[in-house]
Every structure is written in C-alpha cells, then in structure tokens.
C-alpha cells in the first residue's frame, strides 16, 4: 500500500520533511500556502482518495485562478519514515519557507504570497513570516481560520497529555473523539458525509511534536519539560512588527467555543499594535508631522480595523471542510486580496 497518493510529495525543507500537495494557478496571482492544524496532515485542505473535491478549500481556490500549497509538519503518520518528536515552531517556519522558495522557483511565481493557517498553525505565522523575509519572499497577507496565536493556550489542552513511545504527544481516543464530533456537525450543515471516521484516522491525522502544542513544553531527555525562556524565543508573540497583516475568520459553533469568543479580539490586538509600529512609529521616525485633523482620522480608521478584518462563517473549527465553508473561506481570501492593499494604502496615506 502506498501512503502517497496522486498529486503528493514528501520533500524536506531546512532538514524536516514536509508532505506537499501543489496546484498550479495563474502565475500573476499570489501563491497560497496552506498550514494544518494540531494532529493533522494539509490533506484536510485538499482531501483524500475518493473523496468530493469541492468540499476541500483547495478546490475553491485553485477555481479562482491561485496556485496553492498544502503543506504539513511531520506528525508520527505512515505518510512519514521517521519522527521528529523535537520539532519546534522556529523549524516549521523555516522548513515551509525554504520548500516554498522552491516551488516559486520551480514554478516561475511571484514573490508575493498569502498564507492560510487552521487551528494550532497560527503559532507559525511570526516565524514563517521570519524565515520567508530572509528568502526575500513577501507574505501580503495571512488567513487565520479558528487559529490559536502564539501564546499559552489554556491548560485544558495541557490536562492528562501523555506521550506515545516514540516521544510524540499522543492523540488520545478522547481527542480523536472530539475532532470527530466537529466533522460529524460539519456533515450535517453540508446535508452528507464528507469524511467517514474510518477515512479521517487513516487519512487525516497521527501523533505530534510537544513544542507545537502551545503549552510551553518541550522534549527533553525523553520527557516532556516546561521551558519558557525556550518557548519566549521561539515563538515571540511580542515581537508586533515580524507578523504579517493579519485577517481572521471563525465560526458560530458553540461545540469549539474557544475560537469564536476570543480570536476576533487577539488577532486584533497584534494587528493594531504591528500597524502601529510598522506604520504609525516608522511615519514618525522618518520626521513626519501629522496634523490634529489627521491624527483624529486615524484614530478613527483604526478603531475600525478589526471588524474589517474578520469575519464568522456559519460552522465550527472545521468550517473549512465541507462544501458551504470551504466554498465561504475562498471568496473572502479573494476578497481580502483586494481588500488589503486599499487598507495599506489609506493607512500609508493618513500618515503621508
């Protein structure tokens, strides 16, 4: 039995591999890089055999004419020949920065990227953004859908965390259990089954890294140990002017409550405080003066940011899996393409 199927590549990037599924679009637009969640392969983006391609976002998006990539980190699955149970948000961001600089190569793409990061992935946003600055590659703008950023997560997800013998966290029955609860409510917005249980274990998800766990820990001497200096450095939430612009979508569902309640007002809060220092501070380092008038405008724009910049979509923290929301998250992301140099640009122009 082969673990790739039609259209997948394992490749590695800065000594991680990395499981790819690349559609080709129209050269012109912006590449979009997909990022899964806590347990899961970048399949959840794009399907598996047998399946309804319209019910998986890279079908929408590669219909709008953008080249997309799913990518994955390595979780303990068969799609894998080894683990990497040391694996850290600093690695991911320079493994998907490195494999994406090939594909823009490969390809003859623009240098201008947008990315889409699910769940647990939102802790890689600064690092990507990092490493992809370094290769001279521009992300416009990132998508975060029901994403966690990077700081604690509430110790709800640190409860009874085991890990398996290869020094993976080990994805217990129990959350397996609510993973499948999600996609059973997903089935009944989309009226079908999209993914069965049994596809979903096989296809979907396995065992992962601690340090991607959002609960400051890592993999020492086959233990899993508390480390916040390390955690601080690697993943900075303070560090407001290395993330790119940010926009945020959610669901509605109260099954993931977490999501809805409180991603609206984080997300938020590193935007305002990036915009600020990218713009706002630079603006008055390079002598500009604003007059009374303007600094009011301002003010004003800003304070209207973060309904600009998120969105609720009817679903829950899988609303990208399934016909309605994958469909949904689509033409916002076209939206937003537009949407977010106008925003740049009347910002850029308050402060002229």
């Given at each position: 039995?082969?673990?790739?199927?039609?259209?997948e590549e394992?490749?590695?990037?800065?000594?991680?591999?990395?499981?790819?599924?690349?559609?080709?679009?129209?050269?012109?637009?912006?590449?979009v890089?997909?990022?899964?969640?806590?347990?899961h392969l970048g399949?959840?983006?794009?399907?598996?055999p047998?399946?309804?391609?319209?019910?998986?976002?890279?079908?929408?998006?590669?219909?709008k004419?953008?080249?997309?990539l799913?990518?994955?980190?390595?979780?303990?699955?068969?799609?894998?020949?080894?683990?990497?149970?040391?694996?850290a948000?600093s690695?991911?961001?320079?493994m998907?920065?490195?494999?994406?600089?090939?594909?823009?190569s490969?390809?003859g793409?623009?240098r201008?990227?947008?990315?889409?990061?699910?769940?647990?992935?939102?802790?890689?946003?600064?690092?990507?953004?990092?490493?992809?600055?370094?290769?001279?590659?521009?992300?416009?703008f990132?998508?975060?859908?029901?994403?966690?950023?990077p700081?604690?997560?509430p110790?709800v997800?640190?409860?009874?965390m085991?890990?398996?013998?290869?020094?993976?966290?080990n994805?217990?029955?129990?959350?397996?259990?609510?993973?499948?609860?999600?996609l059973?409510?997903?089935?009944?917005?989309?009226?079908?089954?999209?993914?069965?249980?049994?596809?979903?274990?096989?296809?979907?998800?396995?065992?992962?890294?601690?340090?991607?766990?959002?609960?400051?820990?890592?993999?020492?001497?086959?233990?899993?140990?508390?480390?916040?200096?390390?955690?601080f450095e690697?993943?900075?939430?303070?560090?407001?002017?290395?993330?790119?612009?940010?926009?945020?979508?959610?669901?509605?569902?109260?099954?993931?409550?977490?999501?809805?309640?409180?991603?609206?007002?984080t997300?938020?809060?590193?935007?305002?405080?990036?915009?600020?220092h990218d713009?706002?501070?630079?603006?008055?380092?390079?002598?500009?003066?604003?007059?009374?008038?303007?600094f009011k405008n301002?003010?004003?724009?800003?304070?209207?940011?973060p309904?600009?910049?998120s969105?609720?979509i009817?679903?829950?923290?899988?609303?990208?899996?399934?016909?309605?929301?994958?469909?949904?998250v689509?033409?916002?992301?076209?939206?937003?393409?537009?949407?977010?140099e106008?925003?740049?640009?009347?910002i850029?122009?308050?402060?002229?």
């Open positions: 039995m082969s673990f790739l199927y039609e259209n394992v490749r590695f990037g800065n000594e991680f591999p990395s499981l790819l599924s690349f559609f080709k679009g129209d050269p012109v637009k912006p590449l890089i997909f990022f899964p969640g806590g347990f399949r959840i983006s794009y399907g598996h047998g399946c309804n391609e319209m019910d998986f976002l890279a079908y929408w998006l590669v219909k004419g953008y080249s997309f799913a990518t994955s980190y390595p979780i303990d699955h068969p799609v894998y020949s080894d683990v990497y149970p040391e694996f948000l690695d991911w961001g320079k998907v920065a490195g494999i994406v600089n090939q594909f823009i490969e390809n793409l623009r201008d990227v947008i990315c889409i990061n699910w769940s647990a992935s939102g802790q890689v946003v600064r690092p990507f953004n990092v490493a992809c600055k370094s290769l001279g590659i521009n992300i416009l990132d998508l975060v859908i029901e994403a966690s950023p700081f604690l997560i110790s997800y640190n409860s009874g085991k890990k398996n013998k290869k020094n993976m966290v994805l217990k029955d129990k959350i397996r259990s609510g993973f499948w609860k999600l059973e409510e997903q089935n009944k917005i989309n009226e079908k089954e999209i993914i069965s249980e049994k596809e979903y274990v096989d296809y979907y998800i396995g065992h992962m890294p601690v340090a991607l766990m959002g609960v400051n820990k890592f993999l020492k001497n086959g233990e899993f140990v508390v480390d916040i200096e390390r955690s690697d993943n900075n939430f303070f560090a407001f002017d290395e993330y790119p612009l940010i926009i945020n979508i959610t669901g509605d569902s109260n099954l993931a409550p977490e999501h809805p309640l409180v991603d609206k007002s997300w938020a809060f590193l935007m305002t405080r990036k915009i600020y713009y706002f501070v630079q603006s008055q380092k390079s002598g500009t003066k604003m007059t009374d008038r303007d301002l003010i004003s724009y800003m304070n209207k940011l309904n600009r910049l969105k609720v009817s679903g829950n923290h899988f609303l990208l899996v399934g016909k309605k929301g994958a469909r949904s689509a033409n916002h992301l076209e939206k937003f393409d537009f949407e977010v106008k925003i740049k640009a009347d850029s122009g308050i402060l002229s």
